[in-house]
C-alpha cells in the first residue's frame, strides 16, 4: 500500500512537472483545469480552416526535403505508421500533422468533452439532417474530429474496443480482401496492445505494445446493478469483451496508463525526438498530394507557419488524415468523382468514388433513468482529487463504464447488430450543450437530467444501412468539407433502431431495477408532445431529434478489389495512382461491431509491414 502510494506521488511528481504532492500544487492543477473550462466555454469554433492556413507570401513555394515516406496525419493510424516505418534506419520519414502538441489538460480523459471546444478539434458540423440531430443547432450533428499530435485520440472517449470476429471474416470473404480474416489481424491487434488490466483472455491480448489498455474503479452501487439487470434479460457478463467472446455486458477497457489518457501520439511518438530518421512535423497543413504525368505521387505540398512547402518522397505518401480530410485532400488533388470535380474546376487525375459510403454508427441519447442515490454528487475539486488517485469519475472516459453488444438470435458466433453504452453520469443541460451544440429547448429538457441520481442508457445501431459522403465546397483548402451522414435515412434503420430501444427499456421490469428503485425518466421532448409518451410513434419522433454521430465515421476511401465501388485495394494503395496509400478509417471494408480506434491502429501496424515487405524487411 505505501509502495502504491509512494509511486502515485512518484508518477505525478515528475510527469509534466505539476508536483501534486503538496497543496499548493494540488492547486495549480485544479486552476489549470479551471482555465481550460472556462476557455473551453468561450471557444468559438472557427467557420473555415483559415487560421491554419494563412499565407504570407502565396506565390513562394519552399522546398522541405527529400524523405523515403511521407506521412499526412499523425492520428490513430498515421502515428503508428509513422513510428513502426522509422525502426528501419536507413528510410527518413516525415510525418506531416495540421494541428499540435498536446498538453496537460488532455491527459484527464473526463476532460474529452472541453476538448470538442479547443484548437485540438476541427469543428465540423454535418449538413442540416433530415432524420436525426434535429434536437442540435439548425438540425446539424456536431461531427467532431481530433487535430494534433494524436489525432481524434486526443479528444476521444477512450474506450479499446475491436470489435466482433465476423467482422473482419466479412472484410476478407464477403468483401474480398485477402489478409483480413480475425485470424490474421489479431496479431496486429495483439502486436501495438500492453495490457495490463485482469482478469483478461490471454491469448488474445498483447503484452509488449506502447499502447496500454487498463480498466478503472466503477461506479459502486451502480455497476453491479446494472450488470445484474442486463444478465437477467439474457446478456452474458463477460471478463473480458476483446477476447473469446464479444456479445455480452462487460466493464470497459480503457486507453489508459494508470489515471492518464493513452493518445496514439503518447504510445507511438513519445520517443520521436530520439530517433533522428523521424521528422514530426506539427502545423503542417497537407492542401495537396503531387502526381506526375505518369500517375506517380512524388511529393507533397503544405503550409506551415505562413509558408508554403513541398516535401518530396522517394518511395510512397501515406495518407492517414480521417475520414473526413483524407478523402478532402485526394479530391483536391484530383483524385475523386469525375463529375464533382469537374464542377469545382478542379482537374481530374483519376476517377475514384472518394468520399462516398460514408458510414457510421449512429447513437439514440433518449433513454434516461433515474435512481434514488446520488452516485456523482462530487464537486470538481473532489473529483480531480478522486483523479490524483487515479479513481473515476475523470479516469472513466466521457463516462461510459459498462459496454453491451447483443444480436438476436443471442448467438456468440453472429456479431451484434446493436450496442448498450451506460453513461454515467448523465449529462445536464450544459454538459450536453457542450456535446452536442443543443436547441435552447433541448438544453432546457437536459437540465430535467439530475447527473447525481441518473444515468443514460445510450442505444447504438453498429450495423446501419443508411450511408452518406464527404464532398468539396470548393477548390479552396481551407473550406471545410461537406459532410452528410444521411442518419436514418434507411427506413430498416428507424425499425432496428425502434427494436434496439425496446430491448433496453425491458430493463425497467426486470426485478432487480425493481428492488433498486432505478426507473425510466420519461421527458417530454420537445417537437414530439402531441404523441402518446412512449407510443411508437413517440419513440420515432424521439429518433429524429436525439439521434446522432458515435463518432465513429468511416468508409469514405474504401477497400476492396473493385475500383468502381472503392478506392483502395486490400494493401491500402489508391486505385490508378502509384506510391500512394490511404491507411485510417476511412480505408476501412466496412465498419466493426465495435469502436473503431483500435480498429484504426490495427490498420497503421498492418499497413506498415506491408511496406516493410514490399521494399523486403524482415519483419
Ligand atoms: C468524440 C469522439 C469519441 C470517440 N470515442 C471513441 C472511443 O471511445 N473508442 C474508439 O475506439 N474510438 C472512438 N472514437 C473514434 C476514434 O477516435 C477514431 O475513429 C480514430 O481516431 C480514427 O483514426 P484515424 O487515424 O482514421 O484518424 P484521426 O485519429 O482523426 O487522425 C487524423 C489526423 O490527421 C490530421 N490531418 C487531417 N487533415 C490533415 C491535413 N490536411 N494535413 C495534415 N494533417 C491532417 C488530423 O489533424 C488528425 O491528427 C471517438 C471519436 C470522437 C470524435
Ligand atoms: C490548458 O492547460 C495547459 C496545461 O496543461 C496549458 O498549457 C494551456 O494553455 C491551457 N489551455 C487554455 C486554452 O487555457
Ligand atoms: C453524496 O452521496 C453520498 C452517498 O452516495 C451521501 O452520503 C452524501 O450525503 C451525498 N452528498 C450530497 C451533498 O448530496
Ligand atoms: C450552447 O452552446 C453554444 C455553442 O457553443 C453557445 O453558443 C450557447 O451559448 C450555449 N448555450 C448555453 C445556454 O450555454
Redesign the pocket.
Known amino acids: 500500500m505505501l509502495i502504491a502510494l509512494l509511486s502515485v506521488f512518484f508518477l505525478f511528481t515528475v510527469k509534466g512537472g505539476i508536483c501534486l504532492g503538496e497543496n499548493g500544487n494540488f492547486e495549480d492543477f485544479v486552476n489549470m483545469v479551471d482555465t481550460n473550462i472556462s476557455a473551453a466555454k468561450q471557444y468559438v469554433i472557427s467557420q473555415w480552416n483559415d487560421e491554419v492556413l494563412k499565407v504570407d507570401k502565396p506565390n513562394r513555394v519552399h522546398f522541405y526535403g527529400y524523405y523515403d515516406f511521407i506521412i499526412?496525419?499523425?492520428?490513430?493510424?498515421?502515428a503508428v505508421i509513422a513510428s513502426r516505418l522509422s525502426e528501419i534506419n536507413k528510410w527518413k520519414i516525415l510525418l506531416?500533422?495540421?494541428?499540435g502538441p498536446t498538453n496537460d489538460f488532455i491527459k484527464i480523459p473526463g476532460m474529452?468533452l472541453y476538448s470538442f471546444h479547443s484548437d485540438f478539434t476541427w469543428g465540423y458540423n454535418s449538413t442540416p439532417q433530415e432524420n436525426a440531430c434535429h434536437a442540435f443547432l439548425n438540425n446539424e450533428c456536431f461531427m467532431?474530429?481530433?487535430?494534433?499530435l494524436g489525432?481524434?485520440?486526443i479528444?476521444?472517449?477512450?474506450?479499446?474496443?475491436r470489435g466482433h470476429s465476423e467482422d473482419f471474416d466479412r472484410w476478407e470473404n464477403v468483401f474480398g480482401n485477402p489478409g483480413w480474416s480475425y485470424e490474421k489481424v489479431l496479431p496486429y491487434f495483439k502486436k501495438s496492445e500492453h495490457a495490463v488490466f485482469t482478469p483478461r483472455d490471454e491469448e488474445y491480448h498483447g503484452v509488449n505494445g506502447p499502447l496500454t489498455i487498463s480498466h478503472t474503479n466503477v461506479t459502486p452501487g451502480l455497476n453491479p446493478v446494472l450488470i445484474k439487470a442486463a444478465e437477467e434479460l439474457g446478456l452474458d457478463y463477460l471478463e473480458d469483451y476483446n477476447g473469446r467472446y464479444h456479445n455480452g455486458i462487460s466493464i470497459t477497457q480503457f486507453d489508459l496508463k494508470g489515471n492518464e489518457r493513452v493518445t496514439?501520439a503518447s504510445a507511438f511518438l513519445d520517443d520521436f525526438r530520439n530517433k533522428k530518421n523521424l521528422e514530426v512535423s506539427p502545423f503542417?497543413?497537407?492542401t495537396k498530394i503531387l502526381i506526375d504525368q505518369r500517375k506517380r505521387a512524388y511529393g507533397v505540398r503544405?503550409i506551415k507557419n505562413g509558408k508554403i512547402y513541398v516535401a518530396k518522397a522517394r518511395k510512397e505518401i501515406i495518407v492517414?488524415?480521417?475520414?473526413f480530410?483524407s478523402p478532402q485532400?485526394l479530391m483536391l488533388s484530383g483524385i475523386g468523382p469525375e463529375d464533382h470535380l469537374k464542377s469545382l474546376q478542379i482537374k481530374v487525375i483519376q476517377n475514384s468514388p472518394v468520399g462516398k459510403n460514408l458510414e457510421d454508427h449512429l447513437m439514440f441519447i433518449g433513454v434516461h433513468f433515474r435512481t434514488n442515490t446520488p452516485f456523482n454528487n462530487h464537486t470538481l475539486r473532489e473529483q480531480l482529487k478522486l483523479y490524483i488517485n487515479h479513481q473515476r469519475p475523470l479516469t472513466a472516459?466521457i463516462g461510459c463504464e459498462l459496454l453491451a453488444f447483443r444480436n438476436k438470435q443471442n448467438d456468440e458466433t453472429k456479431r451484434p447488430y446493436m450496442e448498450i453504452m451506460f453513461n454515467n453520469p448523465s449529462f445536464d443541460g450544459e454538459v450536453g450543450n457542450l456535446s452536442f451544440l443543443l436547441k435552447p429547448e433541448y438544453i432546457e429538457l437536459f437540465n430535467q437530467i439530475n447527473p447525481a441520481t441518473d444515468f443514460w442508457a445510450n442505444v447504438l445501431l453498429v450495423h446501419p444501412k443508411s450511408r452518406g459522403s464527404v464532398t468539396l465546397r470548393s477548390k479552396d483548402p481551407k473550406h471545410k468539407p461537406i459532410i452528410n451522414p444521411q442518419f436514418l435515412s434507411n427506413e430498416e434503420d428507424v425499425e432496428s433502431l425502434y427494436d434496439a430501444v425496446q430491448f433496453v427499456l425491458k430493463l425497467n421490469n426486470t426485478p432487480t431495477f425493481k428492488e433498486n428503485n432505478f426507473r425510466l425518466l420519461v421527458l417530454d421532448y420537445p417537437g414530439c408532445t402531441h404523441l402518446e409518451k412512449l407510443s411508437k410513434p413517440w419513440w420515432l419522433c424521439a429518433f429524429k431529434y436525439l439521434t446522432t454521430t458515435e463518432?465513429?465515421p468511416g468508409g469514405t476511401n474504401r477497400m476492396c478489389p473493385d475500383p468502381k465501388n472503392c478506392v483502395v485495394n486490400s494493401k491500402f494503395q489508391v486505385y490508378g495512382i502509384e506510391n500512394l496509400r490511404v491507411t485510417?478509417?476511412?480505408s476501412i471494408a466496412e465498419l466493426n461491431s465495435g469502436?473503431?480506434?483500435?480498429v484504426?491502429v490495427m490498420m497503421g501496424e498492418k499497413s506498415a509491414d506491408m511496406i516493410k515487405q514490399k521494399y523486403k524487411f524482415e519483419i
Open positions: 499526412i496525419g499523425a492520428g490513430a493510424a498515421g506531416l500533422e495540421a494541428g474529452a467532431i474530429q481530433g487535430k494534433g489525432g481524434t485520440t479528444l476521444n472517449a477512450a474506450i479499446y474496443s496514439s503542417s497543413f497537407a503544405f492517414s488524415a480521417g475520414t480530410n485532400l472516459g463518432y465513429h485510417d478509417i476511412s469502436h473503431t480506434h483500435a484504426a
